[in-house]
């Protein structure tokens, strides 16, 4: 990336206002604009920033989300500046001084808006922060070359830029970083007290049976498995604590690469699988769809959003180097367009978010509706109904810990003298329990008997599929639905007011203004928000943003207590559902565990391939698109069976059928259309379609389609501020990356 050095001076020269009595306001942009083409040299505070600047962590706000709590903040978004190094200190030593006051003021500059002129989004700020954090440990591992402690950034050249994108693309940070090799040397030292040999470190996924028994061995006699709680057995997983110790790594680092994952799983002989990479602490009946074969996760190489991801940080720090010239490479002696497009020709493409079978999703359908339908609204009032008792004998106990009290005394009592309503009796429902039972995961217990606690978490996964099946939306938005989510016409129409998680700037997220949703939609969120103000009322919230989401739980750790839902949480509850319906495994033992995303792109691919591109704006309204061109780059990408070329070729035949007739294109939108039309009529030497079988020509254009042509369509605003669906047809083959 090269640029060009600026006269500061004579830059800030020709900033100047185009009249002599400029307004106030055009004061204050001229020197807000002065202020970001400078180097900064104001205080290193800001409203943002809830901690002391040298605190090692910073604790920063999140819109609403953030508030004060007994005196304490809660709801912050957090950086830890304590990062573990390869060299066993932490970025906060006094050693690394430089390096971390680099790193904290380019975090700064670019959350204040010092790239861009606008304040980056909080995900965006955050990725940008872990990016960075791992840059840091390359250039530790790299001492020797970079001098990180002394130099800060300033010694990243050329050929290091080239290599760290290459080995990113090559396996992500977990390659840059060597992970696999330092947790194998790490561990191989301390088994047999000598280096690694060579061979082992070649083939780090197949190791001699004998080596990996020794390996098995030593870490049954030092502790060397993970234990879960309170338990005497150990999971089976290699602990990524002793890892961490073994390779100065963070554990967080250890457990999220599947490549390592599966490496060490020729050491965790009771998570042996014949073909899959199991979890070690796998929480439902089955795994999921998503679990990887083993021999791929062996493989796996990492993708281009991986190599994109550092990239725009390596960006980023660049076009702040103004700020911190001495500590950050210069741009002129680095080209980073070119690291970037050798590095992604190395990289896999991303994965796509998998397409619920069609048959699997509806039975899911069918059975939330039962919920929703049959259960929910006798479920919320018997729950509300022995909660209310319990609360009440919770407020008038004396014991030190009533609550405590009141599910081992209590409860019992309550439930067998609370009738149970007709409608959950005659379903063969029969609560003896509350909460979980503490004998372990029994799922047919689940199915059969299920406490009443399960059936509310089950209810509340089957109100979710509800939601996000019959209106598309990100995990974060349905997590975060206002109580007041639901929004109703003069008609008697439904409407759904959501965040949009892709619309944001700095901490503030765009509303939808409001989604159609179907009736029996609007009937969930009225059940839930009957809980919702029950249970605040019982608990007595005085939590104004727990108060105000739809979704309120108790909190089963805690009775009493409020629970802060959140994506997780809303993933462990479509968990309970699914085992509760119980649709049987595939042929290698997985089971389709339903997620907000999977189901966002059901809908908008069910509905595309209903109404094809008829309903294309329609897709991209009720999906909070901006543009047309964004949802259609997602339905290419994610539509399965390579199929997006019979439909769009079934769409061009229908516009040269129309055209053939009228040779009229829409306000002159489609020179393409009219090229395509001359190149089937140059095909045939024809001077009309209607001269030519249409059986022949429609083959020529589904043919023409799978290669040569594709369609793009795209958005236009008009006159009188709305939304226009344009389709052009354009030569050369559709990009699906």
Known sequence: MSAEVFDFKQLLGSLRLATDQPSELQLQHLTWTRQRVKP??????????????????????????????????????????????????????????????????????????????????????QRFNQQLLCLCQWLVLEHSRYHPETYSLSLLDRAGLERLLRAIARGDWCEAHGLVERCLSGLYQAVFREPCPAKLMAEPGNWPQDTCQAVIDWLEANQGYSYSGKSVEHTGLVSRVLLGRLTSVSVKSL?????????????????????????GRQRTEYPNQSTPMRQEALHTTGCKSSVEHASKMLRLVLMLYRHQPEHLPSPATLNLPAAVSSAVKL????????????????????????????????????????????????????????????????????????????????????????????????????????????????????????????????????????????????????????????RTRGERRARTGGKPIPVITARAIQQVRKLNRGLTKLFGEDDNHLRNKLFYLPNPTKWGTGKEVNPGSLNSYLDKFCDYVGLPPDEHGRR????????????????????????LDAARWIAGHTDVEHLYAYIEREFPGGKIGQLEAECAIDRLAEYDTTQVTVDGEDEGLAELYQHVLRQFQVKALNMVPEREWQALVEDLFEHDYHLAPYSITTDDGHKRLCISIRQGGRKTE
């Open 40 to 125: 900064y040299d104001g205080h290193w505070q800001a409203p943002w920033l809830l901690s002391d600047w040298t605190a090692p962590q910073w604790q920063t706000t999140d819109g609403s989300k953030t508030r004060q709590k007994d005196d304490q903040w809660v709801g912050t978004v957090n950086v830890d500046w304590a990062l573990l190094l390869p060299d066993n200190s932490h970025l906060t030593d006094t050693c690394y001084a430089t390096l971390l006051e680099t790193c904290r003021r380019l975090s700064f500059l670019y959350r204040q808006g010092y790239v861009g002129g606008n304040p980056p989004s909080i995900a965006s700020w």
């Open 592 to 615: 389709w565990y339903l997620r907000i995303h999977q189901m966002r792109k059901w809908f908008l691919l069910l509905l595309f391939w209903s109404g094809r591109y008829d309903v």
């Open 347 to 502: 990289a896999a493409m991303d994965g796509h978010t998998p397409f619920i079978p069609i048959d699997t999703g509806l039975q899911y359908l069918n059975h939330a509706l039962r919920w929703v339908v049959l259960y929910g609204d006798a479920l919320v009032d018997y729950y509300l109904a022995i909660m209310s008792q319990l609360s009440a004998k919770a407020d008038t106990s004396a014991a030190q810990t009533p609550w405590n009290k009141v599910m081992d005394f209590d409860l019992p009592k309550v439930l067998c003298q609370t009738p149970l309503p007709q409608t959950l009796k005659e379903a063969g429902f029969v609560f003896t329990q509350l909460s979980t039972p503490k004998t372990g995961r029994d799922f047919d217990r689940l199915r059969s008997q299920p406490t009443l606690h399960q059936a509310l978490e089950i209810y509340i996964g089957a109100v979710t599929v509800v939601i996000a099946l019959m209106k598309p939306s990100r995990d974060c938005e349905v997590a975060n639905l206002p109580r007041s989510c639901l929004l109703r016409t003069y008609g008697g129409h439904y409407w759904l007011d959501s965040d949009l998680a892709k």
């Open 255 to 279: 457990t999220k690469n599947q490549r390592l994952n599966a490496v060490l799983r020729q050491f965790e002989p009771n998570l042996a699988h014949p073909t899959l990479l199991i979890r």
